[in-house]
């Protein structure tokens, strides 16, 4: 027999929604887990997010067992920004059954009724600015650094729900760093040429890094005003951003550029620690993983550019292909990384898809997001 419980204030069915995905993936090399602590965190009141949003937690439950969760979750900033009422769901996980996904989703659907809206999309863990989507394709290699790793009957079982497709994103991936195909150098150079000492580029300081990453979020929030599921970011979501890019982020791989001395572009990269989180099978550091960690993280060589942005009056100046050129050329050519993911790109971004194919990058994964309407 199927339960659905909402969890939110029990104790045990919380660590019964944290711990379910150690359970379900246990026997799949290509997933990646992550650690619990961090996973608690994230999903307690001390996340930024749980400021301006509303969280149902769910788990499903076979004769006492847990074998499913999900949450149904509102994100005021999400609404006011559009001017809209819109429900979510995220971090779905479900043994391959239709009654445990139909029992979750209609408890979630159930709870965003009882809100006043009619819609529901996902999966967003919580948002845009989180990881979001099921993986379609791609399901033999890991994912990089907040990239998911979903099961690939998920689709299948939403769409049997009436879930529609609303979103396809792409992940490119680069095999061979230190190898840039020569049309693309030469377009770069073109660029620099035509810009001259107009436009300058140069690594974040390590030494300001909350004012450098406040021009990064300004540049950011113009860039992405258009985009598709872009949500602003509050000073408390920027100051956790700070906070965990400080313990892995590499200031060699991100990058500010400036035209006529004006902050006009960035680029983010980061080195993908879930090449060394794969080996916590368990996804707890202590007593012993931390060593697994700690050694495997001495041999990382993979990087996943995270966010790329162009202020709006300077786009398709080609300052997006400068500043590829530029992590290529003076950040991974000299570094211990030999390939790196670019993702995740919308399927109708035909400007960086371009972009991508001429650097002869290759798109290896994809996602999905779903969407149901009518709800009341």
């Known amino acids: 027999m199927i339960t659905i419980k909402q969890v939110n204030d029990d104790k045990q069915g919380m660590a019964d929604f944290v711990n379910l995905p150690y359970d379900l993936y246990q ?7 992550p650690l619990r602590l961090e996973r608690k965190r994230f999903f307690s009141p001390k996340n930024p997010f749980m400021r301006h949003s509303e969280v149902a937690f769910f788990v499903a439950y076979e004769n006492g067992r847990p074998v499913g969760r999900v949450t149904a979750h509102i994100d005021h900033i999400f609404d006011e920004y559009y001017k809209l009422k819109q429900g979510f769901f995220g971090f779905f996980e479900s043994i391959d059954s239709k009654d445990v996904a139909q029992g979750l989703m209609d408890a979630s659907e159930q709870w965003i009724r009882a809100k006043g809206i009619s819609s529901i999309m996902g999966p967003f863990n919580f948002s845009t600015n989180h990881e979001i989507g099921f993986l379609i394709k791609g399901f033999d290699q890991p994912p990089v650094i907040m990239m998911p790793y979903t099961q690939p009957y998920y689709p299948d079982l939403f769409y ?13 991936f680069l095999n061979d760093v230190k190898t840039i195909p020569e049309s693309f150098t030469k377009l770069a150079n073109r660029l620099t040429k035509r810009f001259g000492e107009s436009v300058k580029i140069r690594n974040l300081d390590v030494k300001n890094f909350k004012s450098e990453l406040n021009i990064i979020l300004d540049i950011y929030n113009d860039a992405w005003l258009k985009n598709w599921g872009f949500v602003p970011m509050t000073d408390y979501e920027i100051d956790a951003i700070a906070s965990q890019l400080r313990l892995f982020a590499d200031t060699n791989f991100i990058y500010l550029l400036y035209k006529e ?15 060394a989180l794969i080996h916590v099978k368990n996804g707890k550091l202590f007593p012993t993983g931390v060593f697994k960690y700690l050694s495997a993280k001495r041999n990382i060589e993979t990087g996943r550019i995270l966010l790329m942005g162009v202020k709006s009056k300077y786009r398709k100046l080609g300052l997006d292909v400068l500043l590829y050129h530029q992590i290529f050329k003076d950040g991974l050519s ?23 194919d001429n650097l002869q990058a290759q798109p290896y994964k994809r996602y999905v997001i779903v969407k149901k309407s009518g709800l009341s």
């Open 261 to 275: 001395d004006e902050p006009a572009a960035f680029l983010l990269a980061l080195p993908d620690i879930n090449q």
């Open 160 to 172: 049997k729900m009436g879930y529609q497709k609303e979103k396809e994103l792409i992940a490119y």
């Open 27 to 33: 026997n799949q090399p290509n997933w990646c887990p």
């Open 334 to 356: 000299q570094s211990t990384y030999s390939n790196i993911e670019m993702s995740w790109i919308l399927e109708d971004n035909t400007n960086m898809i371009n972009i991508l």
